[in-house]
């Protein structure tokens, strides 16, 4: 399964996020944080975009050539129908994996 994917960020709306869409079903899997000076910058959270937010829903994740895998709390595996996520990504617009991977590691941080 090859899943869109890219960087966005959103100060109309005080955030920043990496989104993976699913072309074929539409399912939207995000991870997101506060820009500097927000509420909740300190901290992460997870949603499918139209979901309430799930603060910390990652435990770990890992990068394997264009695949991510993303480990998920219980809770968070509930959202997204299983515990253990995991796709090959293309990137939109002109991002790169590696650019990806890079954001991801520092909005987990």
């Keep these: 399964m090859t899943i869109r994917a890219s960087y966005e960020r959103h100060p109309d709306l005080g955030c920043e996020a990496v989104v993976f869409i699913d072309d074929e079903s539409m399912a939207c899997f995000q991870i997101q944080r506060d820009l500097v ?3 909740r910058a300190d901290e992460y959270c997870v949603t499918t975009g139209a979901s309430a937010p799930i603060y910390g829903g990652i435990t ?11 480990a998920l709390t219980t809770r968070a595996g509930r ?6 996520l995991s796709f090959e990504v293309s990137p939109a617009d002109d991002q ?8 991801v590691d520092r909005l987990l941080r």
């Design 60 to 70: 770990q994740w890992r990068r394997i050539e264009d695949r991510f895998e993303f």
């Design 37 to 39: 000076g927000g509420p």
């Design 79 to 84: 959202l997204f129908g299983d515990e253990l």
């Design 96 to 103: 790169t994996v590696d650019e990806l991977a890079e954001h």
